[in-house]
């Protein structure tokens, strides 16, 4: 193990049924490891980098496995202050692992030296490392050694510098001012250039040449700023490169530039259609850290605020996908619904799309008066929309010839390339973030899991379909079960002291000065909270620096590595079968490129 700073804490043996995995690797490897103690007791190991892939392998072939690589990142360490116990490291390389037998996660660590940023690959041992260690290369520098295409993943091959180390700066204001001529533009168009052999893709047989086709950056079927390169023989997808950046806005290093409180609008927007659930794991996370315990009233409408947006997102889901089969109609009545939604929505926040409603120790404000009334409205509606819905659009023999067995892929595939939310359900497994690992008093809700087993297009529109239902269900307990109290906790992290005592005594003035201007600042340490958001799993690992603003957030998306996973579902298919599949993996490339 490599030096530590100050003295190693003991650490007690856990003996949770989540840390369990800590004895079987000490039984394997011994006491090589460092144990890391985090404010969510989070399995979080420090391993030497000459025994990471042996690790990972073993953790990956256990009994019980760590079947999915969940996460993978960096963090630049050299400007962390409290760092009191951990290993000596100026970059550190963590994983994280996700076992659904256990139901339990582990994180591994390993520290590097500025002077020698090399990792082995894990692609060999889980295929969706591929984009997260490019994207360690892209915005880092760390180097994986064995990697297949180790280039930039969301900057420009031209780019220069790793926008998430410290001496990068956040601001636009600390550049000169964006100039575009006519060389700079020629420049940077012919880096765009797609050349096949740069990919390992071949222009052509002896006796035949492939077809080179661009869908995107700008294409209704693409869904977003979205490029894939698609190698043709003929109508049939040869080969495919997704490529991605078109959307790129660093959300993860405009957290190390915002107050924890400021940053909470930012959230909204890394999926711009997912609204108040967005809010959830961040501000989850930053009350770990600030050890505040949230009301029961404000856990009740945060989860009501989450689910309404659960049904706008799907509501537009399922009516895009219909649209780009063929069907017209269905996708304006659906619209028609979601500004029912909407009209809620707004009567509570103020806003529509991007509330930014959700605080650090509950919600910006109160229900509303006639909250009430509006919500028995949609339930009223939306249940004989829905049965309209199934029995004119999705049990069309039109639509149910596009999409069944249609882009499909089984669960150990979609394990492999790390699929949430519902595209895992739509192949047989019922990992659902809000049932397996309840949040926000979700273990109190009645609903179901809707899960289908053919894992190909209809599926996953369906199993869309299906949580519509349910979230109707959880926001009716929400309505027939609305805790009283108060919306938001008492602790001075989260509120700034009362008016009242703000005007008589000038410390408490003082501290309501520093609050609202500067922010609060945060414990040191790590915290990491996993939601169920709209598109599947998130997780918002959060550093805190003992500042008025995280020292490193990272955000895992869902949407990220569903598109890693086009070239093994589609690859063999025609063009038109990848039409279909872009319209049901759920996704907005703001979450992809965040």
């Known amino acids: 193990m490599a030096e530590t700073e100050n003295t190693v804490p003991d650490v007690e043996v856990d003996t949770r049924p989540a840390f369990t995995v800590i004895e079987e690797l000490k039984a394997k490897f011994g006491d090589s490891f460092l144990v890391q103690a985090t404010f969510e007791n989070f399995p979080t190991i420090w391993v030497e980098r000459t025994a990471i892939q042996d690790v990972l392998m073993f953790l990956r072939t256990l009994p019980r496995p760590y079947v999915m690589l969940f996460d993978l990142s960096a963090v630049d360490e050299r400007l962390r202050n409290n760092r009191q116990g951990l290993p000596a490291s100026d970059f550190t390389v963590f994983y994280h692992l996700l076992s659904l037998e256990r139901n339990s996660d582990i994180r591994i660590k390993v520290a590097l030296s500025d002077d020698d940023l090399n990792m082995p690959t894990a692609t060999n041992i889980w295929p969706n490392a591929n984009w997260y260690e490019r994207e360690a290369y892209d915005m880092f520098g760390i180097n994986f050694e064995g990697h297949p295409m180790l280039r930039r993943i969301l900057l420009p091959t031209y780019w220069e510098g790793h926008p998430l180390r410290k001496e990068y700066s956040a601001r636009a204001t600390e550049y000169t001012p964006y100039m575009q001529n006519k060389a700079k533009q020629d420049f940077e168009q012919e880096h765009l250039r797609f050349v096949p052999e740069d990919w390992g893709l071949k222009r052509g047989t002896k006796d035949e040449d492939f077809m080179f086709l661009n869908l995107g950056p700008n294409h209704p079927s693409a869904h977003g700023a979205f490029r894939v390169v698609l190698q043709l023989d003929g109508e049939e997808v040869m080969d495919c490169v997704p490529d991605i950046g078109y959307h790129h806005r660093g959300v993860e290093k405009m957290a ?53 947006f659960r049904m706008s997102n799907h509501l537009v889901f399922i009516g895009t996908a219909i649209q780009d089969t063929g069907g017209m109609t269905p996708v304006f009545y659906m619209f028609a619904d979601r500004q029912k939604i909407f009209n809620i929505v707004e009567a509570i926040t103020g806003y529509r799309l991007h509330p930014s409603w959700f605080r650090i120790g509950g919600t910006a404000h109160d229900l509303p008066n006639g909250w009430h009334k509006l919500v028995q409205e949609l339930l009223d509606w939306m249940p004989k929309r829905l049965d309209e819905y199934h029995k004119a659009a999705l049990k069309n023999s039109v639509f149910q010839g596009r999409t069944k067995n249609v882009a499909q892929y089984d669960a150990k595939s979609a394990l492999a390339w790390g699929v949430t939310g519902t595209g895992l359900r739509a192949t047989g497994i019922d990992f659902d973030v809000r049932k397996a690992r309840p949040y926000s008093g979700y273990e109190n809700y009645d609903f179901e899991v809707p899960v289908e087993y053919t894992g190909d297009a209809y599926a996953r529109v369906m199993v869309h379909f299906h949580e519509i239902r349910e979230s109707l269900k959880i926001i009716k307990q929400c309505l027939d079960n609305m805790p009283s109290g108060a919306y938001k906790a008492d602790h001075p992290l989260a509120v700034p002291p009362p008016k009242d005592k703000t005007l008589k005594d000038i410390e408490t003035l003082i501290t309501h000065f520093l609050s609202v201007s500067w922010g609060p600042v945060m414990p040191a340490g790590e915290a990491s909270v996993m939601a169920e958001v709209v598109k599947g799993a998130s997780n918002y690992y959060l550093t805190s620096d003992k500042a008025t603003m995280s020292y490193r957030t990272r955000i895992r998306t869902p949407t990220f590595t569903h598109l890693q996973q086009i070239p093994s579902v589609i690859n063999g298919s025609l063009v038109s079968d990848l039409i279909i599949y872009l319209a049901t993996i759920d996704v907005v490339m703001a979450d992809v490129d965040r």
Do not use: K
Not at 274 to 289: C, F, R, T
């Open 256 to 308: 190390e530039r915002q107050t924890w409180h400021s940053f909470i609008p930012y959230t909204d927007r890394v999926d711009y259609l997912g609204g108040s659930a967005q809010n959830m794991p961040y501000v989850m996370g930053v009350e770990q850290l600030a050890g505040i315990t949230v009301p029961d009233r404000a856990q009740c409408i945060r989860v009501m605020l989450s689910e309404l």
